[in-house]
């Protein structure tokens, strides 16, 4: 995995009760995702959580306290899953995106661990031929798995198979609880320290410095630094 960027924690969920809450969410009015521009095809959403408690309300709300949907009782696993990260927690959805589309390459603002913000997807209904990037690399998500990724990195899915893939997508604050589970899930807080403190100019300079005195301990300093870039 690419240094800080692409983490897969420690859980795995059961898949056959995620995917028997998913059908009772089926009779939602799902939404298309607001940024049009981003996708070809058929991306769609619907919330267990959200800013106003409405299921149909899949926007962020970056000042609002978000509260469980009607649909979140119909879903007794999901509540489960989602009571599981014992932080903070902003709008919970699943994201639809049907066979055949495709999520353009794009970044989103302040989309990293270290901006404070903690975005985890659990696949519900996935395919091997389901392409997902981020920042160059593929990642290989499963169903059941738990993954987080910085959004704030190019990223991108191509849904290539014949189904329709289906993710539960927490996104939450980070806090104590994050960053102990975090450090068992290996994100190396040494790097996210060092690159914080440095611009891109600078972060440039301290790589080429480390490749003068290549070492296996700079090797691993120097891969961690160009993925913070």
């Known amino acids: 995995m690419k240094g800080n960027n692409i983490i897969q924690l420690p859980f795995h969920f059961d ?5 028997a809450d998913l059908i009772n969410c089926e009779q939602a009015t799902w ?4 940024n049009t521009r981003d996708y070809d095809g058929e991306w769609t959403a619907v919330a267990l959580r959200s800013g106003t ?8 709300h970056p ?15 999901f509540r489960e899953v989602i009571n599981t990260f014992k932080c903070p927690l902003d709008g919970v959805r699943l994201l639809k995106l049907e066979s055949g589309s495709v999520i353009k390459p794009h970044c989103d603002l302040d989309g990293a661990y270290e901006d ?9 209904i996935t395919h091997p031929d ?26 991108s899915v191509e849904n290539l198979s014949p189904i329709d ?17 975090f450090l068992q899930a290996g994100y190396d807080f040494h790097t996210e320290k060092v690159a914080g403190k440095l611009d891109r100019g600078t972060t440039l300079l301290v790589i080429a410095e480390l490749e003068r005195n290549n070492n296996p301990a700079n090797q691993a300093l120097i891969a961690q630094l160009k993925a913070s870039l």
């Open 53 to 60: 408690g409405h299921d149909a309300d899949i926007y962020a």
């Open 130 to 155: 389901v392409v997902f990037m981020v920042d160059g690399e593929r990642v290989n998500m499963q169903p059941g798995q738990c993954w987080y990724a910085n959004f704030s990195k190019r990223h």
């Open 31 to 34: 939404q298309l995702h607001f």
């Open 63 to 77: 000042s609002a306290e978000y509260q469980d949907t009607d649909l979140l009782d119909a879903c007794p696993y």
């Open 165 to 181: 893939r289906v993710h539960l997508v927490i996104d939450a604050r980070r806090n104590e609880w994050t960053d102990e589970l």
């Open 116 to 124: 404070g913000f903690v975005r985890i997807h659990i696949p519900v």
């Open 15 to 19: 898949v056959s009760k995620l995917q």
